[in-house]
């Protein structure tokens, strides 16, 4: 057992010494081919997509809502010219707080797929 590890990492000590002194034949996007002094070794690789799910779902809160009278409020009165009504506007300036917590849940699917693209 000790002796095929042996040989294991001299072959893989061998190999990188010859990919190291390799000259490059053809550079295809997808493959490369390169000549080493022992022969020729080729290198494939493959492209694929990493596919996986992620949900997310928001949630807001809406606390306790509070009103404040900023300021003194202006009235404005109008007296009917048509008959005997008097109309009253009155503006007033508020402050609204509204509290609102909001929170997302997020949800991965533990297993996601790989597509290959084998085209």
Do not use: F, H, W
Not at 41 to 48: F, G, H, R, W
Not at 52 to 63: L, N
Not at 97 to 104: N, R
């Amino acid at each position: 057992m000790e002796q095929n590890a042996n040989l294991d990492y001299l072959l893989s000590r061998q190999i990188e010494e010859n990919e190291k002194s390799a000259v490059p034949i053809s550079e295809e996007p997808d493959q490369k081919k390169v000549c080493v002094p022992d022969g020729c070794t080729k290198v494939a690789q493959q492209y694929a997509d990493i596919i996986t799910s992620v949900s997310m779902k928001s949630k807001s809160i809406v606390g306790k809502i509070e009103t404040e009278c900023c300021g003194d409020p202006v009235v404005y009165c109008e007296k009917s010219k048509c008959d005997n009504v008097c109309n009253i506007t009155i503006k007033q300036k508020v402050c609204v707080k509204i509290p609102i917590s909001y929170k997302i849940n997020v949800c991965i699917e533990e297993d996601g797929r790989i597509d290959c693209d084998c085209d």
